[in-house]
């Protein structure tokens, strides 16, 4: 009996590489006037829901997309989470 | 020499495969069809150019869905034959998101999508756009991206200098590499990059959209006879 779960993905840049979405937005919050930001980095978060015979098989399908596609390992790190399951069919 | 036969690979949001076709074929002179993402066979061609544009939307990354296309396979297998596969623009994402160029294309430092005349400089002409071109040439050409700052860490960046290449970078008309000329922050002002065995390469800026003075000007041309002599010999 297959079940749906649900997974994260996070993609950020890596720590190295300059971010110029992040800055901008530090840039944007110190000229409204938000005082105290020193950093800000901008990633993203991708939600999946995928049916699979079990957490781990969800979880292993999702860490192969991941490191396949959703993240370039040249620019970004990511970390993948699988939930528990949602909807049992 | 007989004419050569590309194919220009054209997937969901590709927006300048006419201009490629008409630049091969009445300024190249060579033969040339476009071919959709989902034909799994480039028999009979003999070189591939990929366009610009924005396959598949660009909705995760730039050229990151490109590599599912059925088109990709016999693309890889013609890079992998020592044949000539090209790309432009987003042919440049494509190719490095499919694995077949080095480096990856972060946001360009100002944020904006860049749209404007640049000046590149021709670093070396082992290269299917460089082979007609001299060591030091500067070419004007236009650019039109918004993911066109060239990463690569520190040591891969080494190793690519090392082995020659980049084949052309961001410079001023003569030549000098200055910020202001950086149009995207692209580290070591590259442009454009080959592979080791040099068959396969690519540039940010449009070669195609560059041919006749009524375009706004000329430097695709000598691209384009790249194109040409490399393939011939």
Redesign the interface.
């Known amino acids: 009996m297959s079940s749906s779960f649900g997974a994260q993905v996070l993609v950020r840049?890596r720590p190295?590489?300059?971010d110029?979405?992040g800055e901008?937005i530090r840039r944007s919050l110190a000229s409204a006037g938000v005082e105290g930001i020193e950093s800000v980095r901008q990633g993203k978060l991708i939600e999946l829901e995928v049916r699979a015979d079990s957490a781990e098989e969800a979880e292993a399908r999702v860490r192969e997309i991941a490191a396949r596609?959703?993240a370039?390992p040249?620019?970004e790190d990511h970390v993948v989470e699988v939930g528990p399951d949602s909807v049992a069919s | 020499m007989a004419r050569r036969r590309f194919a220009i690979p054209v997937f969901p949001g590709t927006n300048c495969e006419e201009d490629v076709l008409h630049a091969l074929r009445a300024v190249a002179g060579q033969e040339a069809e476009l071919v959709w993402h989902q034909e799994r066979s480039l028999a009979g061609f003999d070189a591939a150019v990929i366009p610009g544009g924005f396959a598949h939307g660009d909705y995760l990354r730039a050229g990151a869905l490109a590599r599912f296309s059925p088109v990709m396979e016999p693309l890889a297998a013609m890079a992998e034959s020592g044949r000539l596969v090209v790309g432009i623009c987003n042919g440049f994402q494509i190719l490095q998101e499919a694995g077949l160029l080095p480096g990856a294309m972060q946001r360009n430092r100002s944020l904006a999508y860049v749209c404007r005349d640049v000046w590149v400089r021709t670093e070396e002409t082992g290269s299917p756009f460089t082979a007609a071109l001299t060591p030091g040439e500067t070419i004007r050409l236009p650019v039109g991206h918004a993911e066109g700052n060239f990463h690569l860490p520190d040591r891969d960046l080494e190793r690519l200098e090392a082995a020659g290449q980049v084949i052309f970078r961001y410079s001023e008309p003569d030549g000098s590499l200055t910020e202001a000329a950086n149009p995207n922050g692209s580290r070591h002002h590259i442009a454009g990059v080959r592979n080791r065995r040099g068959n396969v390469a690519a540039l940010m800026p449009h070669p195609d959209r560059a041919w006749e003075p009524a375009l706004g000007g000329t430097g695709g041309l000598r691209l384009f006879e790249s194109l040409v002599r490399w393939s011939e010999s």
């Open positions: 840049l190295s590489i300059y110029p979405q901008a596609v959703l370039n040249v620019l």
